[in-house]
Protein backbone atom coordinates (compact mmCIF):
# COMPACT_ATOMS: atom_id res chain seq x y z
CA UNK A 1 0.00 0.00 0.00
CA UNK A 2 1.17 3.31 -0.65
CA UNK A 3 2.05 3.63 3.24
CA UNK A 4 3.96 6.97 3.13
CA UNK A 5 0.80 9.50 2.51
CA UNK A 6 -1.52 7.27 3.97
CA UNK A 7 -0.04 7.04 7.29
CA UNK A 8 0.11 10.74 7.89
CA UNK A 9 -3.55 10.67 8.41
CA UNK A 10 -3.95 9.54 11.72
CA UNK A 11 -7.68 8.61 13.21
CA UNK A 12 -8.74 8.98 16.98
CA UNK A 13 -10.37 5.48 17.87
CA UNK A 14 -12.88 6.30 20.39
CA UNK A 15 -15.80 4.08 22.43
CA UNK A 16 -18.09 6.44 22.36
CA UNK A 17 -20.41 6.17 25.72
CA UNK A 18 -23.41 7.51 26.93
CA UNK A 19 -22.22 10.82 28.80
CA UNK A 20 -24.35 11.24 32.39
CA UNK A 21 -22.77 14.79 32.29
CA UNK A 22 -25.05 15.59 29.24
CA UNK A 23 -28.09 17.92 31.10
CA UNK A 24 -27.99 17.30 34.67
CA UNK A 25 -31.50 18.83 35.68
CA UNK A 26 -32.31 19.41 39.60
CA UNK A 27 -34.76 16.96 40.99
CA UNK A 28 -36.49 20.23 41.98
CA UNK A 29 -37.30 21.03 38.69
CA UNK A 30 -38.31 17.94 37.37
CA UNK A 31 -41.81 17.97 36.59
CA UNK A 32 -44.34 15.50 38.35
CA UNK A 33 -44.96 11.61 38.14
CA UNK A 34 -48.15 11.93 35.61
CA UNK A 35 -46.45 14.30 33.51
CA UNK A 36 -43.22 12.34 32.80
CA UNK A 37 -46.16 9.56 31.89
CA UNK A 38 -47.73 11.99 29.14
CA UNK A 39 -44.17 12.22 27.94
CA UNK A 40 -43.31 9.02 27.92
CA UNK A 41 -46.22 7.57 26.83
CA UNK A 42 -45.56 9.96 23.19
CA UNK A 43 -41.95 7.91 23.34
CA UNK A 44 -44.39 4.69 23.10
CA UNK A 45 -47.10 5.63 20.41
CA UNK A 46 -43.61 6.99 18.29
CA UNK A 47 -41.95 3.34 18.41
CA UNK A 48 -45.49 1.48 17.93
CA UNK A 49 -45.97 3.79 15.33
CA UNK A 50 -42.59 2.83 13.74
CA UNK A 51 -42.89 -0.84 13.65
CA UNK A 52 -46.56 -0.60 13.00
CA UNK A 53 -45.30 1.22 10.00
CA UNK A 54 -48.10 4.08 10.40
CA UNK A 55 -46.52 7.42 9.56
CA UNK A 56 -49.71 9.41 10.11
CA UNK A 57 -49.15 7.72 13.58
CA UNK A 58 -45.49 8.54 13.84
CA UNK A 59 -45.79 11.96 12.85
CA UNK A 60 -48.84 12.95 15.24
CA UNK A 61 -46.38 12.81 18.24
CA UNK A 62 -44.71 15.09 16.41
CA UNK A 63 -45.97 18.74 16.77
CA UNK A 64 -47.24 21.04 13.49
CA UNK A 65 -44.72 22.81 11.91
CA UNK A 66 -41.58 19.91 13.47
CA UNK A 67 -42.40 17.10 11.20
CA UNK A 68 -40.39 17.73 8.14
CA UNK A 69 -37.18 15.91 9.60
CA UNK A 70 -39.13 13.08 11.30
CA UNK A 71 -41.32 12.05 8.15
CA UNK A 72 -37.47 11.56 6.85
CA UNK A 73 -37.06 10.04 9.63
CA UNK A 74 -39.55 7.41 9.72
CA UNK A 75 -39.32 6.60 5.70
CA UNK A 76 -35.45 5.59 6.51
CA UNK A 77 -36.21 3.81 9.91
CA UNK A 78 -38.19 1.54 8.32
CA UNK A 79 -36.10 0.30 5.19
CA UNK A 80 -33.38 -0.55 8.66
CA UNK A 81 -34.22 -4.33 9.51
CA UNK A 82 -34.79 -2.58 13.10
CA UNK A 83 -35.45 -5.11 15.97
CA UNK A 84 -35.47 -2.77 18.58
CA UNK A 85 -36.42 1.11 18.76
CA UNK A 86 -37.29 2.73 21.52
CA UNK A 87 -36.67 5.76 23.58
CA UNK A 88 -36.69 5.83 27.50
CA UNK A 89 -36.97 9.21 29.49
CA UNK A 90 -34.54 9.66 31.78
CA UNK A 91 -35.38 12.85 32.94
CA UNK A 92 -37.30 16.73 32.36
CA UNK A 93 -36.94 20.20 33.09
CA UNK A 94 -39.56 22.95 32.74
CA UNK A 95 -38.24 24.87 29.35
CA UNK A 96 -39.41 28.15 30.75
CA UNK A 97 -42.53 28.07 27.40
CA UNK A 98 -44.83 26.37 28.80
CA UNK A 99 -43.10 22.89 27.96
CA UNK A 100 -39.94 20.76 28.69
CA UNK A 101 -36.78 20.02 27.95
CA UNK A 102 -35.86 16.18 28.46
CA UNK A 103 -33.30 13.65 28.05
CA UNK A 104 -34.01 10.02 26.86
CA UNK A 105 -32.15 6.68 26.19
CA UNK A 106 -32.74 5.57 22.85
CA UNK A 107 -32.25 2.04 22.03
CA UNK A 108 -31.78 0.58 18.75
CA UNK A 109 -30.18 -2.53 17.32
CA UNK A 110 -30.66 -3.93 13.73
CA UNK A 111 -31.64 -7.70 13.33
CA UNK A 112 -28.84 -10.00 11.82
CA UNK A 113 -26.50 -7.31 12.87
CA UNK A 114 -26.07 -6.50 16.11
CA UNK A 115 -25.60 -8.83 18.95
CA UNK A 116 -26.74 -5.83 21.63
CA UNK A 117 -28.88 -2.68 21.72
CA UNK A 118 -26.86 0.35 21.06
CA UNK A 119 -27.56 3.33 23.82
CA UNK A 120 -27.32 6.94 22.28
CA UNK A 121 -28.65 10.10 25.05
CA UNK A 122 -31.02 12.23 23.11
CA UNK A 123 -31.89 15.80 24.22
CA UNK A 124 -36.04 16.36 23.75
CA UNK A 125 -38.16 19.20 23.45
CA UNK A 126 -42.28 18.67 24.58
CA UNK A 127 -44.54 21.04 24.17
CA UNK A 128 -48.43 21.37 24.59
CA UNK A 129 -50.33 20.68 21.52
CA UNK A 130 -54.53 21.01 20.86
CA UNK A 131 -53.79 17.15 21.00
CA UNK A 132 -51.72 16.66 23.88
CA UNK A 133 -48.13 16.44 24.65
CA UNK A 134 -45.62 16.76 21.13
CA UNK A 135 -42.09 17.02 20.31
CA UNK A 136 -41.12 20.49 19.36
CA UNK A 137 -38.17 18.62 16.92
CA UNK A 138 -36.68 15.29 15.92
CA UNK A 139 -36.02 12.79 18.63
CA UNK A 140 -32.74 11.32 17.19
CA UNK A 141 -29.39 12.72 15.85
CA UNK A 142 -28.81 9.75 13.63
CA UNK A 143 -28.29 9.05 10.25
CA UNK A 144 -31.55 8.63 9.78
CA UNK A 145 -32.36 12.37 10.15
CA UNK A 146 -29.60 13.69 7.78
CA UNK A 147 -30.77 12.45 4.66
CA UNK A 148 -32.08 9.65 2.34
CA UNK A 149 -30.27 6.70 3.70
CA UNK A 150 -28.73 4.49 0.88
CA UNK A 151 -28.18 0.83 2.22
CA UNK A 152 -25.07 -1.63 0.83
CA UNK A 153 -24.88 -5.40 2.06
CA UNK A 154 -21.88 -7.12 1.57
CA UNK A 155 -21.63 -10.72 2.26
CA UNK A 156 -20.44 -9.42 6.16
CA UNK A 157 -21.16 -5.81 5.73
CA UNK A 158 -23.70 -3.47 5.87
CA UNK A 159 -23.48 -0.04 4.62
CA UNK A 160 -26.11 3.18 5.23
CA UNK A 161 -24.81 6.02 3.47
CA UNK A 162 -26.18 9.62 3.07
CA UNK A 163 -25.26 11.74 -0.12
CA UNK A 164 -22.99 9.46 -1.02
CA UNK A 165 -22.88 7.69 -4.67
CA UNK A 166 -24.03 3.86 -4.57
CA UNK A 167 -20.66 2.38 -6.06
CA UNK A 168 -18.59 4.11 -3.53
CA UNK A 169 -20.64 2.07 -0.70
CA UNK A 170 -20.60 -0.70 -2.53
CA UNK A 171 -16.60 -0.19 -2.33
CA UNK A 172 -16.52 0.17 1.09
CA UNK A 173 -18.88 -2.88 1.95
CA UNK A 174 -16.43 -5.20 -0.19
CA UNK A 175 -13.52 -3.67 1.93
CA UNK A 176 -15.09 -4.21 5.08
CA UNK A 177 -16.13 -8.05 3.76
CA UNK A 178 -12.27 -8.12 3.68
CA UNK A 179 -11.41 -6.61 6.63
CA UNK A 180 -14.13 -9.38 8.63
CA UNK A 181 -12.68 -12.35 6.95
CA UNK A 182 -9.06 -11.07 8.27
CA UNK A 183 -9.72 -10.68 11.65
CA UNK A 184 -11.69 -13.34 11.88
CA UNK A 185 -8.03 -14.80 11.46
CA UNK A 186 -7.12 -14.13 14.75
CA UNK A 187 -10.67 -13.90 16.77
CA UNK A 188 -12.90 -16.46 14.90
CA UNK A 189 -15.23 -16.23 18.14
CA UNK A 190 -17.14 -14.05 20.38
CA UNK A 191 -18.14 -11.48 17.81
CA UNK A 192 -20.67 -10.74 15.22
CA UNK A 193 -18.19 -11.32 12.52
CA UNK A 194 -20.25 -8.39 10.66
CA UNK A 195 -20.12 -4.83 10.24
CA UNK A 196 -22.23 -2.02 9.97
CA UNK A 197 -20.68 1.47 8.73
CA UNK A 198 -22.39 4.97 8.44
CA UNK A 199 -20.99 6.98 5.64
CA UNK A 200 -22.59 10.90 6.67
CA UNK A 201 -22.01 13.07 3.75
CA UNK A 202 -19.93 15.32 5.38
CA UNK A 203 -17.38 16.11 8.22
CA UNK A 204 -20.96 18.07 9.66
CA UNK A 205 -22.75 15.06 9.69
CA UNK A 206 -20.32 12.90 11.06
CA UNK A 207 -19.52 15.47 14.14
CA UNK A 208 -23.91 15.04 14.62
CA UNK A 209 -23.54 11.18 15.04
CA UNK A 210 -20.91 11.27 17.19
CA UNK A 211 -22.04 14.18 19.43
CA UNK A 212 -18.62 15.71 18.52
CA UNK A 213 -17.79 19.44 17.30
CA UNK A 214 -16.83 18.68 13.54
CA UNK A 215 -13.78 20.43 13.76
CA UNK A 216 -12.16 17.82 15.93
CA UNK A 217 -13.16 15.13 13.54
CA UNK A 218 -10.94 16.92 10.46
CA UNK A 219 -8.37 14.03 9.34
CA UNK A 220 -9.84 11.24 10.96
CA UNK A 221 -10.77 8.89 8.11
CA UNK A 222 -12.85 6.89 10.31
CA UNK A 223 -14.12 6.46 14.27
CA UNK A 224 -14.95 3.08 15.76
CA UNK A 225 -17.91 3.87 17.87
CA UNK A 226 -19.06 1.28 20.86
CA UNK A 227 -17.93 0.54 25.02
CA UNK A 228 -15.62 -1.87 26.53
CA UNK A 229 -16.80 -5.14 27.67
CA UNK A 230 -18.61 -4.75 30.58
CA UNK A 231 -21.66 -3.05 29.04
CA UNK A 232 -24.67 -4.97 27.80
CA UNK A 233 -22.71 -5.72 24.27
CA UNK A 234 -23.43 -2.68 22.70
CA UNK A 235 -23.11 -2.98 19.23
CA UNK A 236 -20.32 -1.02 17.22
CA UNK A 237 -20.59 1.00 14.84
CA UNK A 238 -17.78 2.58 12.04
CA UNK A 239 -18.17 5.82 11.04
CA UNK A 240 -16.52 7.04 8.08
CA UNK A 241 -15.64 10.77 7.45
CA UNK A 242 -15.78 10.49 3.58
CA UNK A 243 -13.73 14.09 2.82
CA UNK A 244 -10.54 11.97 4.86
CA UNK A 245 -11.45 8.71 3.41
CA UNK A 246 -11.68 9.80 0.08
CA UNK A 247 -8.34 11.18 -0.13
CA UNK A 248 -6.70 7.99 0.45
CA UNK A 249 -5.21 5.57 -2.07
CA UNK A 250 -6.63 2.05 -2.31
CA UNK A 251 -4.30 0.52 -0.20
CA UNK A 252 -4.87 3.35 2.71
CA UNK A 253 -8.43 2.46 2.64
CA UNK A 254 -8.45 -1.07 2.98
CA UNK A 255 -5.77 -0.10 5.67
CA UNK A 256 -8.14 1.70 7.85
CA UNK A 257 -11.11 -0.19 7.24
CA UNK A 258 -9.10 -2.84 8.45
CA UNK A 259 -8.14 -1.22 11.31
CA UNK A 260 -11.40 -0.18 12.57
CA UNK A 261 -12.94 -3.80 12.24
CA UNK A 262 -10.13 -5.16 14.37
CA UNK A 263 -11.20 -3.01 17.18
CA UNK A 264 -15.12 -4.56 16.75
CA UNK A 265 -13.66 -8.06 16.98
CA UNK A 266 -11.36 -7.00 19.93
CA UNK A 267 -13.94 -5.52 21.41
CA UNK A 268 -15.04 -7.88 24.38
CA UNK A 269 -10.93 -8.51 24.78
CA UNK A 270 -10.70 -4.58 25.15
CA UNK A 271 -10.47 -3.11 28.80
CA UNK A 272 -10.98 0.03 30.54
CA UNK A 273 -7.30 -0.43 31.48
CA UNK A 274 -5.94 -1.14 27.83
CA UNK A 275 -3.65 1.48 27.41
CA UNK A 276 -3.91 2.57 23.96
CA UNK A 277 -0.78 1.80 22.63
CA UNK A 278 -1.63 -1.85 22.88
CA UNK A 279 -5.53 -2.02 21.34
CA UNK A 280 -4.20 0.76 18.34
CA UNK A 281 -0.93 -0.84 17.92
CA UNK A 282 -2.83 -4.10 17.86
CA UNK A 283 -4.96 -2.61 15.23
CA UNK A 284 -2.47 -1.54 13.04
CA UNK A 285 -0.40 -4.59 13.55
CA UNK A 286 -3.15 -6.79 12.02
CA UNK A 287 -3.67 -3.94 8.93
CA UNK A 288 -0.32 -4.11 8.27
CA UNK A 289 0.33 -7.59 7.88
CA UNK A 290 -2.69 -7.94 6.01
CA UNK A 291 -1.11 -5.49 3.44
CA UNK A 292 2.52 -6.50 4.18
CA UNK A 293 3.87 -2.88 4.50
CA UNK A 294 7.24 -2.45 5.30
CA UNK A 295 8.47 -0.50 8.96
CA UNK A 296 9.98 2.68 6.81
CA UNK A 297 6.85 3.29 4.88
CA UNK A 298 4.20 2.35 7.79
CA UNK A 299 6.01 4.54 10.08
CA UNK A 300 7.47 7.52 7.89
CA UNK A 301 7.27 10.03 10.62
CA UNK A 302 8.92 7.97 13.49
CA UNK A 303 11.67 6.87 10.76
CA UNK A 304 12.18 10.67 10.26
CA UNK A 305 12.72 11.59 13.84
CA UNK A 306 15.10 8.58 14.38
CA UNK A 307 17.04 9.59 10.95
CA UNK A 308 17.49 13.00 13.23
CA UNK A 309 18.58 11.74 16.56
CA UNK A 310 14.62 12.09 18.04
CA UNK A 311 13.83 8.21 18.75
CA UNK A 312 11.61 7.58 21.10
CA UNK A 313 12.70 7.22 24.72
CA UNK A 314 8.95 6.04 25.99
CA UNK A 315 5.96 4.12 24.88
CA UNK A 316 2.95 5.85 23.54
CA UNK A 317 1.26 7.32 26.56
CA UNK A 318 -2.62 7.40 26.12
CA UNK A 319 -2.74 11.25 26.31
CA UNK A 320 -0.42 11.00 22.98
CA UNK A 321 -3.23 9.84 21.32
CA UNK A 322 -5.28 12.79 21.68
CA UNK A 323 -5.76 15.12 18.81
CA UNK A 324 -4.71 18.33 21.26
CA UNK A 325 -1.15 16.36 21.20
CA UNK A 326 -0.54 17.48 17.96
CA UNK A 327 -0.23 15.89 14.79
CA UNK A 328 3.69 14.95 14.87
CA UNK A 329 2.96 13.28 18.68
CA UNK A 330 -0.09 12.05 17.38
CA UNK A 331 1.78 10.41 14.43
CA UNK A 332 4.75 8.98 16.60
CA UNK A 333 1.92 7.48 19.15
CA UNK A 334 0.48 5.67 16.28
CA UNK A 335 3.63 4.48 14.52
CA UNK A 336 5.72 3.55 18.11
CA UNK A 337 2.18 1.61 19.17
CA UNK A 338 2.03 -0.57 15.89
CA UNK A 339 6.11 -1.45 16.17
CA UNK A 340 5.34 -2.64 20.27
CA UNK A 341 3.12 -4.69 18.95
CA UNK A 342 5.24 -5.84 16.01
CA UNK A 343 7.88 -6.44 18.56
CA UNK A 344 5.88 -8.69 20.56
CA UNK A 345 4.38 -10.63 17.86
CA UNK A 346 7.78 -11.38 16.43
CA UNK A 347 9.66 -12.18 19.45
CA UNK A 348 6.90 -14.42 21.20
CA UNK A 349 4.28 -14.95 18.81
CA UNK A 350 1.09 -13.71 17.41
CA UNK A 351 -1.44 -15.90 20.07
CA UNK A 352 1.13 -14.34 22.60
CA UNK A 353 0.35 -10.53 21.35
CA UNK A 354 -2.88 -11.23 21.84
CA UNK A 355 -3.23 -12.78 25.54
CA UNK A 356 -0.86 -10.17 26.47
CA UNK A 357 -4.15 -7.97 24.94
CA UNK A 358 -6.56 -9.42 26.23
CA UNK A 359 -5.23 -9.27 30.00
CA UNK A 360 -4.63 -5.92 29.99
CA UNK A 361 -7.20 -5.26 32.02
CA UNK A 362 -4.94 -4.13 34.87
CA UNK A 363 -2.23 -1.92 32.70
CA UNK A 364 0.27 -3.42 30.13
CA UNK A 365 2.56 -4.02 32.77
CA UNK A 366 1.08 -6.73 34.68
CA UNK A 367 0.02 -8.32 31.45
CA UNK A 368 3.89 -8.21 30.26
CA UNK A 369 4.16 -9.74 33.60
CA UNK A 370 1.71 -12.84 33.18
CA UNK A 371 1.89 -13.88 29.76
CA UNK A 372 5.88 -13.22 29.22
CA UNK A 373 7.66 -12.82 32.55
CA UNK A 374 8.70 -9.43 31.29
CA UNK A 375 8.67 -6.40 33.04
CA UNK A 376 7.98 -3.33 31.30
CA UNK A 377 11.26 -1.24 31.65
CA UNK A 378 12.72 -4.45 30.05
CA UNK A 379 9.92 -4.25 27.20
CA UNK A 380 10.54 -0.87 26.73
CA UNK A 381 14.20 -1.02 26.43
CA UNK A 382 13.82 -3.92 23.76
CA UNK A 383 10.94 -1.56 22.18
CA UNK A 384 13.68 1.34 22.10
CA UNK A 385 16.28 -0.94 20.45
CA UNK A 386 14.05 -2.29 17.87
CA UNK A 387 12.63 0.96 16.96
CA UNK A 388 16.45 2.60 16.34
CA UNK A 389 16.99 -0.79 13.86
CA UNK A 390 14.08 -1.52 11.95
CA UNK A 391 13.33 2.22 11.13
CA UNK A 392 17.65 3.56 11.08
Known amino acids: ?47 EALFEGDERAYLATFAPGARSTPRMAFRNLTRLPLTDWRLRLVDAAPSGRGGYTARAVLHQRLRGWDGGASRTVERLEFRRTAGGWA ?86 AAVTTGET ?24 REFVVAHETVHIAARDETHPGTPMWLSEGLADWVAHRAAGTPPRAAAPELARAVGEGRAPHRLPTDADFRFDAGAETLAHAYEGAWLACRLLAERYGAERLLAVHAASGHGAGRALKDQLALSEAKFTAEWRAYVARVLG
Open 1 to 47: MDGGADARVRRLICGVAVLAVLLGFAAADSPPTVALRQLQRVLDRQS
Open 135 to 220: LAGSAGGGIWTQGEVVQERGARSLVLGVGRPAAELRELAAAADRAVAEAERYWPRGWQRRVVLEVPSGLDGMGRLLGSEPELLRGV
Open 229 to 252: RGAEEPPDRIVVNPEEYGQLSEGG
